[in-house]
């Protein structure tokens, strides 16, 4: 199994800014795509912004220009920094990781995608 951790969500004022970090640990081959995700009170879970493993991101356009993520695939972490927060940017973020891994170290590698327990971001007016 693999498992993600994820760090840095808070409380700011809007216009704000802050940075999350999610780190993924097991037996993992290799991953391939990670990335965040957010959900607010009464709606759906929707992407923030993705990662691919060379480094090319992808962001919702409600994100763009204002949110940065980036990778360290030594480290099999993700950062999402966050600026010019807005009130609409309160959610809960969840990261998410997809890849190869083993069970134990014995087994042949299958995929996987493993999403982290949330952090919470708010975003006061």
């Known amino acids: 199994q693999v498992q993600l951790v994820e760090s840095g969500g808070g409380l700011v004022q809007s216009g704000g800014s802050l940075r999350l970090s999610c780190a993924a640990s097991?037996?993992?081959?290799?991953?391939?795509?990670m990335g965040w995700y957010r959900q607010a009170p009464g709606k759906q879970r929707e992407l923030v912004a993705t990662i691919t493993a060379g480094g090319n991101p992808n962001y919702a356009d409600s994100v763009k220009a204002r949110f940065i993520i980036s990778r360290d695939n030594a480290r099999n972490t993700i950062y999402l920094q966050m600026s010019s927060l807005k009130p609409e940017d309160t959610a809960v973020y969840y990261c998410n990781a997809r890849g190869y891994a083993r069970t134990t170290y014995h087994d042949p590698p299958q995929d996987f995608s493993s999403w982290g327990q949330g952090t919470q971001v708010t975003v006061s007016s």
């Open positions: 097991g037996n993992i081959v290799r991953i391939t795509n």
